[in-house]
């Protein structure tokens, strides 16, 4: 599971955010020619990162596709505390291939893709207060028709409907946000998988259609 420190964060995005998506995007599996051309795709309201071929089957750590706003419970470990968490993918919003072209340093880097935003409702169910910037939704992965995403970091901080993580403290039991996550994908995919994976536990995967 990957972690990071709020100082980090913040150093990051007040530095260069275009240079650290373009770095991220190449570090994925990015900028390659597969996809084809733009798809004028925009938000999808129906429910990183292993090759295709190599996910589990659900019942061996999968823990079987989901709908949109369906909700399941799983624990992670913040900075503060072990909490639980009520997790559900809410849609993915998909940008138009011109659109992710002017995500990246490069557009180069984005030939043949599209930016796929998924939001993700987190509630805190139990396990003690999350006192300043959570880290649960660095774990969402994108999937297109299997295959891994190419995370596009800092992208979804400023997205209509997502919660900033930076703004986000003193975190209760039954308070609810939305944190998103964006991943190019290819422009001709035909399906998209939200994933969340606990740490030595099921992945859970909501499926939504790429139209």
């Known amino acids: 599971m990957s972690r990071r420190t709020p ?11 275009v240079a650290v ?17 733009s798809t004028g795709k925009k938000e999808q309201g129906s429910s990183e990162s292993k090759p295709k071929g190599d996910s589990p089957e659900a019942g061996e750590g999968e823990s ?23 997790i559900a993918a809410q849609k993915v919003d998909l940008s138009t291939e011109a659109e992710a072209q002017k995500m990246v340093e490069d557009p180069k880097d984005a030939k043949g893709l ?9 509630t805190n169910k139990a396990g003690g207060v999350v006192e300043s910037s959570p880290s649960v939704g660095m774990e969402t992965e994108i999937y297109a028709d ?36 964006t991943y190019m994908v290819p422009a001709t ?23």
């Not at 998506?21 to 051309?37: I, Q």
């Not at 503060?80 to 968490?85: F, L, M, Q, S, W």
């Not at 995919?189 to 790429?210: D, L, N, Q």
Request: aromatic fraction near 8%; charge should be negative; glycine fraction near 12%.
């Open 64 to 86: 079987g596709a989901m709908q949109a706003g369906e909700a399941v419970t799983a624990a992670f470990k913040e900075d503060d505390a072990k909490i639980t968490y009520e």
């Open 146 to 181: 299997g295959a891994p995403g190419a995370r596009l970091m800092f992208a979804s901080e400023d997205a209509p409907g997502c919660d900033d993580t930076i703004d986000i403290d003193n975190w209760k039991a039954g308070q609810s946000y939305t944190i998103c996550q």
């Open 114 to 122: 599209v930016a796929a935003t998924a939001h993700v409702k987190f």
């Open 189 to 211: 995919a035909k399906s998209i998988e939200v994933r969340f994976p606990e740490e030595g536990g099921a992945t859970h995967t909501w499926t939504f259609a790429a139209k």
């Open 7 to 17: 100082t980090r964060t913040r150093a990051l995005r007040a530095a260069a955010p």
């Open 21 to 37: 998506l373009a770095l991220a995007l190449t570090a994925c599996g990015g900028g390659s020619d597969s996809g084809g051309g």
